[in-house]
């Protein structure tokens, strides 16, 4: 408010002036057979204090989708994969949104899962020593039985690992790896539901800079004690990252959550001055410094993201958000024309 009055010091009635430029707030109006993109303009128009920044979120993205001259990553933690949101994922991948995905091992574990096993509807309240009892692992809400873990990860991984290796191949990335990963499971009958294998077959890069943290990570370094000529280069997937930066004329993001994964994202694009547009999607809090807390404008101190950049930061959970965000980005964009 200050600013504004501020750039009209010469105007003698400067709150009528300050007023009459301002939206004014509107109830929300339902209607039978309303879609959600219907439901989130109506958001916008709201003055609600998180349904406003959800309705400026999707317009943010919707930009961003439609811009050709886009490199869009996508970054989210491996949780939400154990979960249906894995769904919108895998429809995101689907349709092209996005040409980069920065994620942690556990994605790759819970994808490779899922295409096999079963996850189940649990509760948050549950006896976790009864749980462990019955070799049921516990993920917030989920319960994922031992066996449809890290037996059937095992498993897919060392077959895979042997077939790469009798190829002859030695040396990779995680992101030359992990699109060999999406070629294989096309011999998978979910295939059509994995994130990777959607991956693969659009031609979308996925990069795990923490390989090793996770069950898929574990089987690498397994494999490696019996095939020692065999090596993950992670720096080599900072060079592939460093000419996607270097050659892109404009970047965007939508990052779920934090951790290195989000870090990944931001980091990089520092290079090519900042983001040029940027949703986050978190639950954390700013006031303990952490990076899942970290606001959009803080990542502009940093020149991560940039000072001209279209950005916001929703404060939600992310399995109600992102099929909100999903449903409108999918009515107004539909599929993407190009990917990088």
């Not at 931001?266 to 639950?283: C, H, M, P, S």
């Not at 940093?302 to 449903?327: F, M």
Request: charged fraction near 30%; aromatic fraction near 12%.
């Amino acid at each position: 408010m200050t600013e504004a009055v501020i750039a009209v010091e010469d105007v003698k009635d400067k709150r009528k002036y300050f007023l009459e430029r301002l939206p004014i707030v509107q109830d929300i109006k339902l209607r039978e057979k309303m879609s959600v993109s219907d439901l989130i303009e109506e958001l916008g128009k709201s003055g609600g204090f998180t349904a406003k920044k959800l309705h400026e979120a999707a317009k943010i993205l919707c930009d961003m989708l439609l811009d050709d001259d886009s490199v869009n990553f996508l970054s989210f933690p491996a949780a939400i994969l154990a979960t249906g949101t894995r769904g919108i994922i895998k429809e995101f991948v689907k349709r092209k949104f996005f040409d980069i995905i920065i994620t942690t091992c556990g994605s790759i574990d819970h994808d490779i899962a899922r295409c096999w096993r079963e996850y189940y509807h649990g509760w948050f309240e549950a006896d976790d020593k009864e749980l462990a009892d019955l070799e049921i692992h516990r993920l917030g809400n989920i319960f994922i039985p031992y066996e449809n873990y890290g037996g059937i990860i095992e498993e897919i991984t060392q077959n895979f690992l042997n077939s790469l290796y009798e190829s002859g191949m030695r040396e990779l990335s995680t992101c030359e790896l992990i699109n060999h990963l999406g070629k294989y499971l096309d011999s998978c009958n979910k295939k059509e539901e994995s994130i990777i294998w959607w991956a693969w077959k659009n031609g979308i890069k996925i990069f795990v800079p923490g390989i090793t943290d996770g069950a898929f990570g574990y089987q690498l370094w397994l494999f490696k004690q019996e095939h020692k000529d065999f090596r993950i280069d992670v720096f080599l997937d900072e060079t592939i990252l460093d000419e996607i930066i270097y050659g892109a004329k404009r970047t965007g993001a939508l990052i779920i959550g934090g951790g290195i994964s989000k870090h990944h994202v931001i980091w990089w694009n520092q290079f090519k001055d900042g983001l040029e547009r940027a949703v986050y999607i978190t639950t954390a809090v700013e006031w303990d410094g952490s990076l899942s807390g970290a606001r959009t404008r803080e990542a502009i101190s940093w020149g991560k993201i940039s000072r001209k950049a279209s950005h916001i930061t929703v404060e939600g959970e992310a399995t109600i958000l992102l099929p909100l965000l999903g449903a409108y980005l999918i009515d107004k964009v539909g599929y993407r024309r190009i990917n990088q």
